[in-house]
């Protein structure tokens, strides 16, 4: 019964939410302002303020690393990518070997090179690669034209081997914005 009753009531509800909605008022639309007249000083508006340039469109951290080039990288085939936001996930399948490949593109790219730089990490500055790159144990940063991307390879073996193949790939990253 009592599931009834709250029924009733919304449909009662409902009804005069309706009613209301359709009783809209009578008076007449506002006249539109009259034009400035030439003593006036024009006041800026959206029609003669110069627009904003446009953001860059975000860029796809997947189609900046195709799942071939996270194989070359890790050495080992991997499951499909995952994207999530600005990052692509390339994980190794469970039957293993354990294998990792991160993809962040845009400000949280650069907010793990600062991060890392706080925790007073080693870095080899890459020459010849976009507008600045960096190599760190198991990662690479590079920055072009303002766009930072940010690879990272987690694997459980030396992690120096990969050092050419992380600077390969942040080369063709870069071709690549």
Not at 92 to 100: H, K, L, Y
Not at 118 to 133: M, N, P, Q
Request: aromatic fraction near 4%; proline fraction near 8%.
């Amino acid at each position: 019964m009592r599931h009834l009753t709250c029924v009733a009531r919304l449909a009662v509800a409902a009804t005069v939410l309706t009613v209301l909605a359709g009783c809209g008022g009578t008076e007449p639309a506002a006249a539109p302002p009259a034009p400035a007249q030439p003593s006036e000083a024009a006041a800026p508006t959206e029609a003669t303020e110069a627009p904003e340039p446009s953001a860059a469109a975000p860029v796809d951290a997947c189609a900046l690393v195709s799942k071939e080039d996270a194989e070359k990288l890790a050495g080992t085939p991997l499951e499909d990518p995952l994207p999530s936001g600005e990052t692509c996930w390339f994980t190794g399948p469970v039957s293993g070997p354990v294998a990792q490949v991160e993809v962040h593109v845009g400000d949280g790219a650069k907010k793990i090179l600062d991060i890392d730089r706080d925790l007073k990490h080693e870095f080899e500055t890459l020459s010849g690669i976009g507008d600045e790159a960096y190599l760190e144990e198991g990662m690479v940063f590079v920055n072009v034209s303002g766009v930072w991307v940010a690879i990272r390879l987690v694997r459980t073996d030396d992690m120096a081997k990969y050092d050419e193949r992380l600077t390969e790939l942040a080369r063709t990253v870069a071709g690549r914005l």
